[in-house]
C-alpha cells in the first residue's frame, strides 16, 4: 500500500455504511476514481464512487433503493441516506468499436485488473478506510511530480476511447501537470477521433476546459489538433490548433461565466487575429440579413446546448457586432450606449430584464479579447474610461414595455392598430432615450399629435 495523503475522517458517513454493507456480505470494496484523485490532490469530491466484486444483481438485492444507470457495464446507483454513490463491478473492458464504450466487460472478483483499465494514472488509485491508499500504477507520485501519465500505452488508451483526449487536457488544465511526451504523440496521432464523439460529449469536455485554473497548459498540446478538431465538430470553424491553444491559454480564467464560454471559443478558433479588425471580419458576416444559417441554430442544432445559453451567446455576439462597427477606442456616450442596447434588444427579442446581464457580459468579452483586460482590472481602475461599459442609467428605457405611453393609450387618443401604430412608438422611445425627461404620457402623446400632423416634406 501507498503512504496515503487521505484521512478516513474525509469520507462521508453514508459512503463508510455503503462499504460496510458490503463487506458484511463478504465482498470487497474501494473508493475509486475522481474521488480518491481529488482527495490526494487535497480538494473536495463531488462524488464518490465505489467499485466492489459484488455483481450489479447482488448490488440490487443489497440496496432496495438504487436506479440501475449502467448494468450492462456493471453499475449501480444506491440512494443512501439522501445520498447518491454509483458502485460498479469490478471489471475489464474488451474491444472498442466505437471509440467510446467497450464492447462486451468482463466481471472480476479482485481490483487489479479494474485498475488496469483507466486513463491517466491520476485516476486509477483506490482507496479503503482501513488498508489505505492502493496505487498500483504510481498515480500519487505522478500528482506530487505534476504529471500526467496514461496507464499502460497511451496510443492504446486513446483508440479505446475517444473522450480521453479531451480528458486529457482537462486534466492538464485542472490539476497542473504536465503532459507525458508520449502522451502527446499519442494525442497528436488520433486528433482525428475527436470528430466520432457525440457533440453532448465535446460540449462538456469543452466548458470544463474553458473554466481551467491552468490554461497555460494547453500549449503543451500545441499542434496535436484536438481543439482545432473540437472547434470544427462543435461550431463548423477550421482553425489553427496552434493558434488556438495559445490564445485560449491567455483568455481562459476563472471569471469566465457558462454563457461567455462558447462565445470565447467561437472567436478565440474564428478570428484571424483578436483585434477590432479581426473580430468584426467574423462578427459582421453573421448577423446580416442575407447570412445563411443564424448562430443560435448553430448553437442549438450543432452544439445542443439549452435555447437559454444558445440565446444568451448569440446575443452577446450581436452587441460586440454593433459595438465593433463604432471606433473600438471611443468612450460611448449614455444615447448611442441605450440605442446600442434597443438594437440588441429588438434584433434578439430580449425582455428589458434582461439586457444588463447580456450587455455586460458582452463587455467583459470585449475587454479579454481586445486588450486582455478582466472584470477586476476594471474595477480596480475605475478612472480609467472603459470603451466597453455597456451601463446605462436606470432612467432610461430600452423597450417599448418602458414607455409611459403605450400601444392601447395611443389607441384610445385616435391612431388605428396596425404597423403605423408600432412605428410611432418605436419613434417615441427614440425620442425618450435622447430625452428621457420627456417619459411622461402626457409629453409623449403631444410628441405623437404633432408627429401625425406635421406636413410631410
Known amino acids: 500500500m501507498a503512504d496515503s495523503p487521505i484521512r478516513s475522517e474525509q469520507i462521508p458517513p453514508a459512503i463508510g455504511q455503503i462499504m460496510a454493507r458490503l463487506e458484511a456480505r463478504g465482498y470487497e470494496c474501494w473508493l475509486v476514481g475522481g474521488c480518491v484523485r481529488d482527495l490526494c490532490l487535497g480538494k473536495n469530491p463531488k462524488d464518490f464512487d465505489v467499485a466492489t466484486s459484488a455483481r450489479p444483481e447482488q448490488i440490487q438485492q443489497l440496496f432496495p433503493h438504487h436506479i440501475a444507470t449502467g448494468l450492462k457495464h456493471g453499475t449501480v446507483t444506491v440512494i443512501w441516506q439522501n445520498m447518491a454513490a454509483e458502485i460498479t463491478t469490478f471489471r475489464s473492458d474488451g474491444t472498442y468499436t466505437d471509440s467510446r464504450r467497450p464492447d462486451r466487460v468482463v466481471f472480476h472478483d479482485q481490483i487489479r485488473a479494474d485498475l488496469a483499465r483507466r486513463d491517466f494514472t491520476i485516476n486509477s488509485m483506490a482507496f479503503h478506510p482501513e488498508r489505505g491508499l492502493l496505487d498500483l500504477h504510481g498515480g500519487l507520485e505522478d500528482i506530487r511530480r505534476g504529471i500526467l501519465r496514461s496507464v499502460g500505452q497511451p496510443l492504446a488508451r486513446f483508440q479505446e476511447d475517444a473522450l480521453r483526449l479531451l480528458r486529457a487536457i482537462r486534466f492538464s488544465a485542472a490539476y497542473d501537470l504536465t503532459p507525458e511526451p508520449q502522451l502527446v504523440r499519442a494525442a497528436a496521432e488520433l486528433a482525428g477521433s475527436v470528430s466520432r464523439l457525440s457533440t453532448e460529449r465535446v460540449v462538456m469536455e469543452m466548458m470544463q476546459i474553458l473554466s481551467s485554473p491552468y490554461p ?59 483585434d477590432a479588425a479581426g473580430l468584426q471580419r467574423v462578427l459582421l458576416p453573421m448577423f446580416r440579413p442575407a447570412a445563411g444559417r443564424s448562430l443560435l441554430r448553430l448553437y442549438l442544432d450543432q452544439c445542443r446546448i439549452s435555447r437559454h445559453m444558445a440565446a444568451a451567446g448569440e446575443a452577446m455576439l450581436y452587441l460586440m457586432n454593433l459595438r465593433l462597427l463604432l471606433p473600438p477606442d471611443k468612450i460611448l456616450n449614455p444615447v448611442t450606449q441605450c440605442r446600442l442596447q434597443r438594437l440588441l434588444a429588438r434584433r434578439c427579442r430580449l425582455d428589458a430584464e434582461d439586457l444588463p446581464q447580456i450587455a455586460a457580459a458582452a463587455g467583459q ?83 405623437a399629435r404633432a408627429a401625425r400632423s406635421a406636413p410631410i416634406k
Open 365 to 447: 468579452l470585449l475587454r479579454l479579447l481586445l486588450n486582455g483586460r478582466r472584470t477586476e482590472d476594471i474595477a480596480n481602475r475605475q478612472a480609467d474610461p472603459d470603451p466597453y461599459d455597456f451601463t446605462v442609467p436606470q432612467n432610461i428605457p430600452l423597450t417599448l414595455s418602458g414607455l409611459a405611453l403605450d400601444g392601447a393609450q395611443l389607441q384610445a387618443a385616435g391612431w388605428k392598430p396596425g404597423p403605423a401604430l408600432r412605428i410611432q412608438l418605436e419613434r417615441l422611445l427614440s425620442l425618450v432615450i435622447a430625452r428621457p425627461e420627456l417619459n411622461r404620457p402626457e409629453s409623449l402623446l403631444n410628441w
Open 216 to 274: 497555460r497548459h494547453l500549449t503543451d498540446f500545441s499542434g496535436c489538433g484536438l481543439l482545432s478538431a473540437a472547434a470544427a465538430s462543435l461550431l463548423g470553424v477550421t482553425a489553427d490548433d496552434a493558434a488556438l491553444c495559445g490564445r485560449l491559454s491567455c483568455l481562459i480564467h476563472p471569471g469566465v461565466q457558462p454563457g461567455q464560454k462558447l462565445p470565447l471559443f467561437y472567436l478565440a478558433a474564428a478570428a484571424y487575429s483578436l
